[in-house]
Nanobody, 122 residues
Framework: QEQMVESGGGLVQPGGSLRLSCAGS????????IGWFRQAPGKTREAVVC????????YYGDAVKDRFSIWVDAAKNSLGLHMKDLKADDTAVYYC???????????????WGQGTLVTVSS
């Protein structure tokens, strides 16, 4: 059974850092575009970062570019997200996901986790 499970969310002060992790099982990361999206209260899903299955390059959303970085260990079917210089606007539930392509990561993910809450507040 295909599954993705996130961990690492929590409360962090503005300007702080946080690492999220995601473990996948039941499918191969190499067969999909993989990454993270987030959803803040009352807002629609927002793409954070996606590694394309075509070129294996990481594509970041404008809001997180230069502050967030993704890492992947395909052999272990795991990925993570290192977030720094966090802002209140980064508060959201963060989901790891796999999709047929990066444009579909937020709208039609094939697999995704239950999400982990990140709260940025003083």
């Amino acid at each position: 059974q295909e599954q993705m499970v996130e961990s690492g969310g929590g409360l962090v002060q503005p300007g702080g850092s946080l690492r999220l992790s995601c473990a996948g099982s039941g499918f191969r990361f190499d067969d999909y575009s993989i990454g993270w999206f987030r959803q803040a209260p009352g807002k629609t899903r927002e793409a954070v970062v996606c590694i394309s299955s075509d070129d294996r390059l990481a594509y970041y959303g404008d809001a997180v570019k230069d502050r967030f970085s993704i890492w992947v260990d395909a052999a272990k079917n795991s990925l993570g997200l290192h977030m720094k210089d966090l802002k209140a606007d980064d508060t959201a539930v963060y989901y790891c996901a796999a999709a047929q392509s990066c444009p579909l990561l937020t709208s039609e993910p094939t697999f995704w986790g239950q999400g982990t809450l990140v709260t940025v507040s003083s």
